[in-house]
């Protein structure tokens, strides 16, 4: 079985400062694992993916998350906040198969303030 | 590249009628679909995974007659909210396994459900 915890429900940066959003997985299998962001009344844009390749993932808008698997995290940073980040961020995990289902966190919300 | 479209974005309808939900995989052959729920300010529940030519698999908990899923080809599935409630309101989200790209989803644009 796997599963994802996001520690915080929402946080606030202020604009230019750093990012992090935090993710533990728990899976019995090697773990596939994804940040993604979602804009109101949108659907899910990918920001980056781990797949067992390099443990240092960068993504989209200067988005990037290291795997680290002794602490089973996967940490979402940024090194400065831009307004338009303001949006809810959800990391996954699912096995290797592209046939298995994402397991979802229960997102996190960021504000970014001016 | 890997588009996936949803039709309608947004439907509304009373009580009792019946919504049909499309999914498609524009540019790409999807061998699995996946269709997703999410209420207000809650994560992405799974309700059903979707495999051409087969029936879906259900979730624990998400009813079989209520939410009728066909996957007749490799881009396009299908969801059918049947004798729909008020409750049934929701974002629902669709996501397709590209075959040539076996460890991504790709997400559809979500379809915002309300029922009167």
């Known amino acids: 079985a796997q599963s994802v915890t996001q520690l915080g429900s929402h946080v606030s940066v202020s604009e230019g400062a750093l990012v992090l959003l935090r993710c533990n997985y728990s899976?019995?299998?090697?773990?596939?694992l994804f940040w993604y962001v979602q804009y109101p009344n949108q659907g899910l844009q990918l920001l980056l993916k781990y797949t067992s390749a390099a443990t240092l993932v960068k993504g989209i808008n200067g988005f990037e998350a290291e795997f680290k698997k002794s602490e089973t995290s996967f940490h979402l940073t940024k090194p400065s906040a831009h307004m338009s980040d303001a949006a809810e961020y959800f990391c996954a995990v699912s096995g290797a198969s592209g046939n298995t289902p994402l397991v979802f966190g229960k997102g996190t919300r960021l504000s970014v303030i001016a | 590249g890997a588009v996936v479209s949803q039709h309608p974005s947004w439907v509304i309808c009373k009580s009792g009628t019946s919504v049909k939900i499309e999914c498609r995989s524009l540019?790409?052959?999807?061998?699995?679909m996946f269709w997703y729920r999410q209420f207000p300010k809650q994560s992405l529940m799974l309700m059903a995974t979707?495999?051409?030519?087969?029936?879906?698999?259900?979730e624990q908990g998400v009813e079989k007659d209520k939410f009728l899923i066909n996957h007749a080809s490799l881009t396009l599935s299908t969801l059918t909210v049947t004798s729909a409630h008020p409750e049934d309101s929701s974002f629902y989200i669709c996501?397709?396994?590209?075959?040539?790209?076996?460890?991504?989803?790709?997400f559809g644009p979500g379809t915002r459900l309300t029922v009167l």
């Open positions: 540019d790409f052959q999807a061998t699995t």
């Open positions: 979707s495999n051409e030519g087969s029936k879906a698999t259900y």
């Open positions: 996501s397709a396994t590209d075959r040539g790209r076996y460890n991504e989803q790709f």
């Open positions: 899976s019995s299998v090697p773990p596939y």
